[in-house]
Each structure stands twice: as structure tokens, then as C-alpha cells.
């Protein structure tokens, strides 16, 4: 039910391949994750019935939306824009951990491995197991990678909240958080370009 999301955080990151959503994970604390598959090559019709497919969206959109659930992402305009592009819907995002970093660190590398490195209690260089999708790869690496995403997103999180409060940086972390709506509407408008010049 709806309503039993109030209160919940969670951290969202979704894969694309092609230009369209392959998977999309959600983190509800650092050890554990899910993913929900979308694409599927064993399967061209993709990895649901298109009535599941619906249903499992409708969830996410009322878990994504809901004014209680506190999204967290990692450069989360990127996935914001394929939820809104592809599902019809605007995520919220809470707090993003790439722009959090960068407030308190500007200037430092803001991958998410490197944000990992630094903040998370076990550390293990995963990026180059999932990031570049290639056709002869198993499905089952691309999920893992996606939840491995979350969770190290959730447990950023955590440690880079604390470090933006303990230098009185909060104010300013959201100020770059009450931009993402903004930043998300422009994204999807797009920029007029003179193409006869």
C-alpha cells in the first residue's frame, strides 16, 4: 500500500542500454538490494508480460513520487530523465551523493567508485564488471552491478550527510537539492539550436 512508504529511504539507480531503461535498482540500506529487470536478451519482448510490466511501474511510480519517501542517487538527473522520459513520471530525489561530495570536497573526483573509496566500510573497485553493457554478457552481471550501484549510494550517503552537517554545509547542499526539479525540467525541454547558421 501507498501510504506504508511514508518515512522510508532509499537509494534508486537505473542502467540503460540503447537509449531506453535496461534495470532499476533500489537500495534499502547498505547490504541489501533489489533489481528489476526490463530488458532481458534471452528475451526480445523483454523481461515482463506487458500487464506485469505496468503494474511493477504503477509500484514505482507511487514509491518514486510519494512526498514521504526520501530518494537518494547518484548523479540522479541522468536516471531522473529516462523515469520522466520513459515512464511519465518525476522522481524526487532527497539527496543526490555526487553533488553532496562536491559541496563539501569541490574539485575532487564524484564517480561513484571514488565517493565508495572514501565513505563506505568495505571497498571493492566493482565499475568494471557492469558499466559498458556489451551483447555477450550475461544479464545477470548487469543486476548485480545495478544493486552493487545502490547500495554503495545508500552507504555514501550516509557518511557524506554527516560530513556536509559537520561543516555546516547543509544550507548549501540544498540549495544544489531545491535546483534538481528545475534542472529536470530544463533537461527534458531541451535547448532551442539555430541549425541554419
Same mark, same amino acid.
Given at each position: !500500500?501507498?501510504? %506504508?512508504?511514508?518515512?522510508?529511504?532509499?537509494?534508486?539507480?537505473? &542502467?540503460?542500454?540503447?537509449?531506453?531503461?535496461?534495470?532499476?535498482?533500489?537500495?534499502?540500506?547498505?547490504?541489501?538490494?533489489?533489481?528489476? *529487470?526490463? @530488458?532481458?536478451?534471452? #528475451?526480445?519482448?523483454?523481461?515482463? %508480460?506487458? !500487464? &506485469? &510490466?505496468?503494474?511493477?511501474?504503477?509500484?514505482?511510480?507511487?514509491?518514486?513520487? !510519494? *512526498?514521504?519517501?526520501?530518494?537518494?542517487?547518484? $548523479?540522479?538527473? +541522468?536516471?531522473?530523465? =529516462?523515469?520522466?522520459? =520513459?515512464?511519465?513520471?518525476?522522481?524526487?530525489?532527497?539527496?543526490?551523493?555526487?553533488?553532496?561530495?562536491?559541496?563539501?570536497?569541490?574539485?575532487? *573526483?564524484?564517480?561513484?567508485? +571514488?565517493? %565508495?573509496?572514501?565513505?563506505?566500510?568495505? !571497498?571493492? /573497485?566493482?565499475?568494471?564488471?557492469?558499466? &559498458?553493457?556489451?551483447?555477450?554478457?550475461?544479464?545477470?552481471?548487469?543486476? $548485480? +552491478? $545495478?544493486?552493487? #550501484?545502490?547500495?554503495?549510494?545508500?552507504?555514501?550517503?550516509?557518511?557524506?550527510?554527516?560530513?556536509?552537517?559537520?561543516?555546516?554545509?547543509?544550507?548549501?547542499?540544498?540549495?544544489?537539492?531545491?535546483? /534538481? *526539479?528545475?534542472?529536470?525540467?530544463? @533537461?527534458?525541454?531541451?535547448?532551442?539550436?539555430?541549425?541554419?547558421?
Amino acid at each position: !500500500h501507498a501510504d %506504508s512508504f511514508g518515512g522510508l529511504t532509499i537509494a534508486s539507480d537505473l &542502467e540503460t542500454r540503447a537509449g531506453h531503461i535496461a534495470c532499476a535498482g533500489i537500495a534499502w540500506n547498505e547490504l541489501q538490494a533489489i533489481c528489476i *529487470p526490463f @530488458m532481458c536478451v534471452e #528475451d526480445k519482448t523483454g523481461y515482463w %508480460s506487458e !500487464h &506485469e &510490466e505496468i503494474q511493477i511501474i504503477q509500484m514505482l511510480r507511487r514509491l518514486l513520487t !510519494h *512526498p514521504g519517501v526520501k530518494v537518494i542517487g547518484q $548523479n540522479y538527473l +541522468y536516471d531522473a530523465q =529516462y523515469i520522466a522520459l =520513459y515512464w511519465h513520471m518525476l522522481s524526487t530525489c532527497w539527496r543526490d551523493t555526487m553533488y553532496t561530495h562536491w559541496v563539501c570536497w569541490p574539485g575532487t *573526483p564524484k564517480g561513484l567508485a +571514488y565517493l %565508495s573509496s572514501l565513505y563506505c566500510a568495505y !571497498h571493492r /573497485f566493482w565499475k568494471d564488471e557492469g558499466k &559498458e553493457w556489451v551483447a555477450k554478457m550475461e544479464e545477470e552481471i548487469l543486476w $548485480n +552491478y $545495478n544493486c552493487i #550501484d545502490c547500495v554503495k549510494t545508500f552507504e555514501s550517503n550516509k557518511v557524506i550527510g554527516d560530513i556536509a552537517q559537520q561543516l555546516g554545509l547543509e544550507a548549501q547542499v540544498q540549495d544544489q537539492m531545491d535546483d /534538481f *526539479p528545475l534542472l529536470l525540467d530544463m @533537461m527534458m525541454r531541451g535547448v532551442k539550436q539555430d541549425l541554419v547558421a
